[in-house]
């Protein structure tokens, strides 16, 4: 059985992701909409890699903190909340983006926008129990 969270799984998917333009032709990703975001650790200062399934809001690119639906945040949420630079890698093209968590209103609307294109995050926050799921958004940074 293959382990979906292993790091050669992850460079597997980012070679497919780079091969394609950024699309993902083999695998349980096939087909979904994915970025590489880069940030930096909040406790180590080094840089670390999360692969994300993302929606597009305007300009910027909208992703769910969901943790496969933990009851803990993911380590990448507090790293851009300590620090929002990041540099992201989608469609082929690598850039310099600002993270944001969205607040109230705003993180309600980015979530449904993205349950609604991504069905199954539909089912995380029953897993997440009384946690709430972030959303953040990467905006590129303009050069």
Not at 50 to 60: K, M, V
Not at 72 to 79: D, S
Request: aromatic letters at 8%.
């Amino acid at each position: 059985m293959t382990d979906w969270s292993s790091p050669t799984f992850e460079d597997d998917l980012i070679a497919d992701m780079r091969a394609h333009g950024g699309a993902i032709t083999a695998g349980p990703f096939t087909g979904k909409p994915l970025l590489v975001m880069w940030a930096t650790g909040a406790k180590t200062g080094e840089r670390r890699r999360t692969i994300l399934t993302y929606s597009r809001d305007g300009e910027s690119y909208a992703v769910a903190g969901s943790n496969g639906g933990q009851t803990t945040h993911a380590h990448w949420v507090t790293n851009v909340r300590v620090d929002p630079r990041v540099t992201i890698e989608t469609g082929g093209r690598t850039f310099d983006a600002t993270a944001a968590v969205a607040p109230g209103a705003e993180r309600d609307r980015l979530w449904d926008q993205h349950v609604a294109e991504h069905p199954a995050f539909g089912a995380y926050p029953e897993k997440a129990g009384e946690r709430v799921i972030p959303m953040v958004t990467i905006t590129p940074v303009e050069a």
